[in-house]
Each structure stands twice: as structure tokens, then as C-alpha cells.
């Protein structure tokens, strides 16, 4: 078991450092453009399958 610890956790710790990387890359979301975007999502006339 000690074996298998000592494999697994630099593969998960570079895992997570790779998905903060890429995550950081995208473009900055003002809340104002959040709101408008989430609020246009749930205002739609087929959300509840009408």
C-alpha cells in the first residue's frame, strides 16, 4: 500500500495543479455580464419543457 501512495500522490497533485492552470486562462466575467448571461439562461420561454 505504501507503494501505491507514493505513486498516486504526485500523479493527483500534478492534476491539480494542471486544472487551476488551465482554469486561469479564461477571460474575466464582470458580474454584471454573469448576471445578464444566467438571467437570460432562466428567463428562456423552453426551460421547463412548455
Known amino acids: ?3 501505491l501512495i507514493k505513486t498516486t500522490r504526485p500523479m493527483l497533485m500534478t492534476m491539480g495543479s ?5 482554469m486561469s ?3 474575466k466575467e464582470t458580474d454584471e455580464e454573469f448576471d445578464h448571461r444566467w438571467k437570460a439562461y432562466f428567463e428562456r420561454s423552453n426551460i421547463d419543457g412548455k
Do not use: L, M, Y
Open 1 to 3: 500500500i505504501q507503494t
Open 18 to 22: 494542471t486544472a487551476r492552470r488551465n
Open 25 to 27: 486562462s479564461h477571460n
